[in-house]
């Protein structure tokens, strides 16, 4: 890598050949997906977020460190019992788009179709059929909360263990709702009161990973003509240290990280950023208060925050799908970006990388699945027509006919085939039930042990996939890869297909 940064600076017009070099290279991984349509050339400005999004921040080291920094929350602000500090953090418990039942002290993973498909009480697994016939109310929100963002995996396994000491009369008297807001409300505590951030900053390296791409594809970006604005809830203070990180080193002819981006926008307040009437203000970087905004244009270089996209819009000079906003946050990010401006969106989705190598591990045993459930679909149409065969021959044999002595010899011959034909084929479907259950939850482990994998349930496509098929016109694992894509690419969509369309495959 370093090697080709010498060679960028050498020589920049390189840049599209080495692009193209390194496009070949890639593994699929890092590919970008398309749920809806957009066309580059039109894009006028990028967005991004920062946190999660040009931030890429290592899982175990900065999950844990939100986990103990709410332990230390519960125990000191909130009375919890001093143990609790023992307990370890998990990374691999918990996966996204998951719903907490906070009534019940459950996390339930359900499907598209609101049904629920896994669930588990603290660490201890339910049978489905506890919530059976139920439909999940996602809106109801006194009753669920959902595990988003990355961020709240912590919140969502500290649950998990506070439920289990719950359960075995450790903790007092408490209801499941009252621990996950005790949760929330310290993890909140740590946000606000800066502990979990000067612990970020006091070690960036730790916490933060410097993706070697990223600042390539945003030079990507701008050499094609491109502006690009910075758009994140974080504070300034934060902002600076950690974009500093992230692109200060890396130059190819940029001095500071401030000079990739046209606008920079601390503190957006999003989503209310996005139908909200929030004014821009100026920050005054050394005292870090907001001034009111000077009359004219935003400039470059300096710090803006709060403010409101109708504002932007009209600062810039561009709107509706002639912006294109990256971020991490379905809700946060991408849905509210999509439903009140109309901004194109890009959602990152960090996991895209580890789901898909898995699939790619688990080929032979897809192709097994799916001869298997062929082979099942094959032993229901033989045992179809066998029943037929023999409901007409019993209706045959119960018509007033006299047959004669060779005619019911040869009855009772195909009665006795059909007979063991279908306990045969009864069998056999039994043993290819059998084996298609087994594999189907080896496959499943596979992905993750406790919640299988991150885009479906079962058959289904997950909550999870839900959102983001739904809201996010495209999906990547990470912003740099951009870097290995052409500038002006048509991302197309795949063609939407209904379930008989694949009746012309048959054909095929
Ligand atoms: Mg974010």
Redesign the pocket.
Known sequence: MESLKRALRKSPEKLQLLADLVEVSIDGTRDIFVNRPVDMEHVRYIGF?????LAIYHKQEIEALAFHKTLEKLVSQKGYPEDLLQLEYNAEHIIRGLLVDRHKGNLLKINRFKQVQRVYHGTQELPVSTYYNDRVDQSDAERYASVD?L?SLPEAYLFVLLVDRQDAGLLGEHSYAELYDDIRESIDMTHRDGSLKSAIIADLPRYIYQDPHLSLALDKFIQSGKKLFVL??SEYYYTEKVMDFLLDSDNLEYTSWRDYFEIIIVNGRKPSFFNGKNPFYLVDETTEADLPLPPGPLEQGKIYSQGNYLALEELIGAQGNEILYV???IF??VLRSDKDSNWQTVL?VEELESELRKTEELRDRQLRMRRLTNKLDKLHYELHMYSSQMNTLQRLEQTEVDFTEPERRALDKTREELNSNLALCRKDIERTEKKIRHLRSEISNYYHPVWGPLFHVEDEMSRFAVQVRGYASLYTSRVSNFFFHPLERYYKSLRDIMPHDRWMELFS
């Open positions: 977020d920062m946190d999660y999004t963002t961020f994140t809830n971020g991490d946050h946060g990010d990152v």
